[in-house]
């Protein structure tokens, strides 16, 4: 059964127009990560949630913004995507001392 | 700032031959390493952290303090090895924020 769920996981947009991608988790863990991938590159950490409290990177831009409206959804929202902005996201989760549960990952493509 | 490298993107070995994926990490403090895989078409997944000092598939990896290294390693390697593997350490409380290596595809050959 999955246990982090990603959707969509193609998603193709415009240059500058707004895209949401969606995490949801079947675990009940208190922590969710969204980590950036480009083409042949390690994943990049942009920011976590523990619990509600919202966690960003120093380094990741202000295009993206993220919601986690309840323990089990988190939502990665890319205010006006460049073609820089082409990537594998991924979605992850976390509950105390345990390992990180990763999500199959959205490819956005960027038009 | 914490940093992993990989130095090889790239291993190919044949089935039955011993493997080695190197990892070497820079950080002041005491980090928590991990291996994650991923094999063709699935999600990134856990493999082996330090601390739990087990062998998972046949693979192991030891927490090398002095020469900042965590080689994960295996005796004989398998054609179901064959996957992308991420070196990754954590400096938060266990697990918490994870700074990955660029990755080694291996590649076994029958």
């Known amino acids: 059964d999955a246990m982090v769920i990603q959707n969509p996981r193609y998603q193709v947009t415009q240059f500058g127009k707004p895209v949401t991608l969606s995490c949801s988790q079947t675990?009940?863990?208190?922590?969710m990560y969204w980590y950036q991938q480009k083409s042949s590159q390690a994943p990049k950490l942009l920011f976590h949630?523990?619990?509600?409290?919202?966690?960003n990177e120093a380094d990741t831009p202000d295009n993206f913004q993220s919601r986690r409206p309840n323990t089990s959804f988190c939502f990665l929202d890319i205010r006006s995507p460049g073609l820089g902005d082409a990537a594998m996201y991924l979605c992850?989760?976390?509950?105390?001392?345990?390992?990180?549960?990763f999500g199959p990952g959205t490819r956005l493509t960027v038009l | 700032a914490q940093r992993v490298t990989q130095p090889e993107k790239l291993l190919s070995v044949f089935k039955g031959a011993p493997v080695e994926l190197k990892c070497n990490y820079s950080?002041?403090?005491?980090?928590?390493l991990f291996w994650y895989v991923q094999y063709s078409r699935q999600r990134l997944q856990l493999l082996l952290r330090?601390?739990s000092r087990e062998s998972i598939k046949g693979f192991t990896a030891d927490l090398n303090k002095g020469e900042t290294s965590f080689h994960l390693k295996k005796p004989f390697a398998q054609e179901e090895d064959s996957a992308m593997y991420y070196c990754?350490?954590?400096?938060?409380?266990?697990?918490?924020?994870?700074?990955f290596g660029e990755g080694t595809q291996l590649t076994v050959n029958p």
């Open positions: 330090h601390i």
């Open positions: 675990l009940n863990h208190n922590v």
């Open positions: 949630y523990y619990d509600k409290d919202f966690n």
């Open positions: 990754a350490l954590s400096v938060g409380s266990s697990g918490s924020r994870l700074t």
């Open positions: 950080y002041s403090g005491s980090p928590e």
């Open positions: 992850a989760t976390r509950h105390g001392a345990d390992t990180q549960y």
